[in-house]
Every structure is written in structure tokens, then in C-alpha cells.
Nanobody, 120 residues
């Protein structure tokens, strides 16, 4: 089993910044991609940013130029630096990791979520 623990959420005014962190622990063999998703009230969960094991990165159009995803592989940790936050960024942010054991198909893991609230 792999556990993901997020931190760094909170309340911030529009235009402010927050940095989310997520660390994986447990029986880790190989973490492939890591990502951040978010879910606002009444909406479906959506991808925010993803970073592969080869450091290929993709962002949702709504956060390009404002958010930056990074990872420290040795620490099994992924970060999301969020700048110029807008009220529409308000959501529960979830960490995601795609993990595989030798010779086995990969399996997705999710964190418990951290609330980000941006006031206008």
C-alpha cells in the first residue's frame, strides 16, 4: 500500500499564493506520474497539473502561467506552487500518484484532499 499525505491548503485572498505539498509513503517501489486534481462544490474532479517520471509536465489551461508543479523523486514528494490565485480556484485539491511494482500493472493512489479557498 502507498499513502499520500497533502499539506499546504488554506484561505487566501485573490491574487495571493499557496504552496501545496504531497508526500508518498509506505511500500513504494516505483512512482510513475504524480499529479494534482481539484474538485469544486457541485463540479467534477478535474486535472490541474501532472508531472511524469521523466519530468514531462502538463497543465490545465485555466492554471497555465499561474501554477507550477514540481517533484523531488528522492523524497517521493510533489509540490504545487499556486500564484495569482482566483476565487474560481477554490476547491479541494487532491494529490495523485501512479505506482507500480516490478512486473505488475500500475495502480492509482489518491490523497485525502486539502481545501483551498480564495476569497474575493
Amino acid at each position: 500500500q502507498v499513502q499520500l499525505v497533502e499539506s499546504g491548503g488554506g484561505l487566501v485572498q485573490a491574487g495571493g499564493s499557496l504552496r501545496l505539498s504531497c508526500t508518498a509513503s509506505g511500500n513504494i517501489f516505483r512512482i510513475n506520474s504524480m499529479a494534482w486534481y481539484r474538485q469544486a462544490p457541485g463540479k467534477q474532479r478535474e486535472s490541474v497539473a501532472i508531472i511524469t517520471s521523466g519530468n514531462n509536465i502538463n497543465y490545465a489551461d485555466s492554471v497555465k502561467g499561474r501554477f507550477t508543479i514540481s517533484r523531488v523523486t528522492a523524497k517521493n514528494t510533489v509540490y504545487l506552487q499556486m500564484n495569482s490565485l482566483k476565487p474560481e480556484d477554490t476547491a479541494v485539491y487532491y494529490c495523485y500518484a501512479d505506482h507500480s511494482y516490478l512486473g505488475r500493472p500500475s495502480f492509482p493512489y489518491w490523497g485525502q484532499g486539502t481545501q483551498v479557498t480564495v476569497s474575493s
